[in-house]
């Protein structure tokens, strides 16, 4: 399904980047040692302020299927021919507190596997070329 | 100075406060209403600015007090329900020549600050306290009822209004309508996600964990709509007086399954706003004190995309805890709830959460299926809420008022309404009201 292509900003230029060399990195909280996603400009628990003391850890491209929507009405202009499909949510094996949208390809719509170990894949988006992760089910 | 949004100190979010400082010290008196529109039809007398007017002349009106004893205004400064104003398309000229205006060239239109409600409400000279409650009403609720309850204000107008245009809702426009995407929508937009999404995604994962099924929504949807057909002021009694049956439900299409079309609600124009007021000067109001007992907030930080099924239910569990807590009640004590319903896919969050009825956690859809009309035992959303009246979070705290007051008419819940509940948005982050007919 073609996507929209996300534009890195000075936050989440090393997600971006890192997905551009089929690598998934998240940004983790040196003070706290905890990880966090979507990136912010600083970790949110007030213990660690000001939680500028970030750094990205890559992670292994594995997690679980956490839960799932089927989308039939979707807003996005440039996803509305692909309708329905699935939107997948997945929680990271490092950290199932962490988690990330999958339109899951080549899964069936709506019969999304609950549970099941996904892995993560890199697919170009077609107006910048950016890469964004997703996620296949495995085994 | 400009308004300023409320401060945090001034919510309740967090356990271990003990009995609300200013319970029973709070009262609202006056409601005032719009008439609803599905959009605006560009005449200046629909306008969001005119409706506002309206509404607040009406709950001046309807408390019995003169303008000039009104001293406070608090109100949120957005109003969209998902439509912007095309930016190359021109104020019409006839609001401008109608309604002083401010810096911003979309206030009255697309957006309301105190100071254009000062600037065009010239009756009210001795407002010498403002403040934005940000969002929706509950905000502004909680945030009015802290003010009054401070000292800040004695007789203090709480405001809303909502505007909506052409175009439909969020569908293609802003971060949706183009082939790039930034800011936050990078981690959700691009996915494809409406705004019911989340929603839907923690009730599939509710239904797996409890055994339960979309089907099961029917008694409480059909309820909803019937309630808002009984509700005079909403958008459904006033435009389309279509009666919602479980059939008609099951058959909806859907928008992100498990929500299907009735599982939304409709973007409408409309604004409303409440007098409240100390209880000594509620003696000389025209209407019965509707005594506030609690005003609690949730400000719970989602972990990562979200929020989950568990997040949702750990905040509204919390929530409950902090509603029972500051006001010293239990959940007998409540003769109805109207926590928010927008989208009907999260009111059991609510609902379980402070216990209605004795529900616990994964007996609502059960719930449903026993009798929770207004004549029952035990009333669920009496407003109809979003889903029956239309998309502007604040028929739950009218309704709430006027339940307590003996003014719901035809929504009037047969059994005594001696305390109610109201808030929202969202199950990790909104504002909620204990309404009571007594100071407590």
Request: hydrophobic letters at 35%; charged letters at 20%; proline letters at 8%.
């Amino acid at each position: 399904m073609p996507k929209q292509s996300p534009v890195p900003d000075e936050v989440d230029k090393p997600f971006w980047d890192a997905a551009n060399e089929d690598r998934l990195v998240v940004q983790n909280c040196k003070d706290c040692d905890t990880l966090q996603h979507p990136p912010v400009a600083k970790c949110p628990d007030p213990a660690c302020d000001p939680g500028t003391n970030l750094e990205w850890k890559e992670m292994s491209g594995r997690g679980r299927v956490y839960g799932y929507g089927v989308m039939y009405d979707c807003p996005v202009t440039i996803l509305a021919e692909d309708q329905p499909f699935n939107i997948a949510v997945v929680e990271l094996e490092e950290d199932p507190g962490i988690k990330m949208l999958s339109h899951l390809p080549g899964t069936p719509v709506d019969d999304v596997p609950v549970g099941a170990a996904v892995e993560v894949v890199f697919e170009v988006t077609p107006t910048t070329g950016q890469k964004v992760p997703e996620w296949r089910v495995v085994g | 100075m400009p308004t300023q949004n409320a401060p945090a100190s001034m919510y309740r979010s967090t356990e271990g406060l003990g009995i609300w400082e200013h319970k029973g010290k709070v009262a609202a008196v006056g409601i005032g209403h719009s008439p609803t529109a599905r959009r605006w039809d560009e005449t200046t007398d629909t306008s969001l600015g005119a409706w506002s007017i309206l509404a607040l002349r009406k709950a001046i009106e309807d408390a019995g007090v003169r303008p000039e004893e009104v001293d406070g205004l608090v109100m949120a400064q957005e109003t969209s329900t998902g439509s912007p104003w095309p930016s190359d398309k021109p104020i019409p000229e006839d609001f401008l020549n109608t309604y002083k205006s401010t810096d911003n060239p979309l206030d009255g239109i697309a957006r309301l600050s105190a100071d254009w409600i000062l600037m065009n409400m010239p009756e009210l000279t001795n407002v010498n306290f403002t403040m934005y409650g940000p969002g929706c009403m509950s905000n502004a609720v909680v945030t009015a009822a802290q003010a009054v309850g401070e000292g800040l204000t004695e007789v203090c107008l709480v405001l809303k209004g909502w505007h909506n245009f052409g175009g439909r809702y969020y569908v293609g426009q802003g971060a949706a309508g183009g082939n790039t995407v930034t800011g936050p929508g990078k981690y959700s937009t691009l996915w494809g996600t409406v705004a019911c999404y989340t929603t839907a995604m923690q009730f599939e994962a509710y239904c797996r964990k409890y055994g339960k099924n979309h089907d099961m929504m029917a008694p409480f949807v059909v309820n909803e709509k019937r309630n808002g057909l009984m509700f005079p002021e909403g958008f459904w009694a006033q435009h389309r007086p279509e009666v919602l049956t479980v059939e008609d439900y099951l058959a909806a299409r859907w928008i992100a399954k498990p929500a299907n079309l009735f599982d939304n609600d409709i973007p409408i124009m409309a604004s409303a706003a409440y007098l409240f007021t100390t209880p000594e000067r509620a003696k000389d109001m025209k209407q019965k004190p509707v005594y506030i007992l609690n005003v609690a907030s949730d400000r719970t930080r989602v972990r990562s995309f979200g929020p989950t099924l568990e997040e949702a239910e750990a905040a509204t569990d919390e929530t409950g805890r902090k509603i029972y807590e500051g006001s010293g009640l239990s959940p007998s004590d409540l003769s109805f709830e109207n926590m928010y319903d927008g989208f009907t896919l999260f009111h059991q969050f609510h609902l379980e959460g402070i216990r209605f009825a004795g529900v616990q956690r994964g007996e609502a859809l059960d719930f449903y299926a026993t009798d929770i009309t207004i004549e029952g035992p035990n009333p669920a959303s009496p407003s109809g809420g979003n889903a029956g009246a239309g998309r502007t979070r604040f028929w739950m705290h009218t309704d709430s008022i006027q339940q307590i007051q003996g003014r719901a008419g035809d929504r009037q819940i047969r059994k005594p309404a001696e305390i109610g509940v109201s808030g929202g948005p969202t199950p990790t982050g909104g504002n909620f009201t204990v309404w009571s007919a007594t100071p407590g």
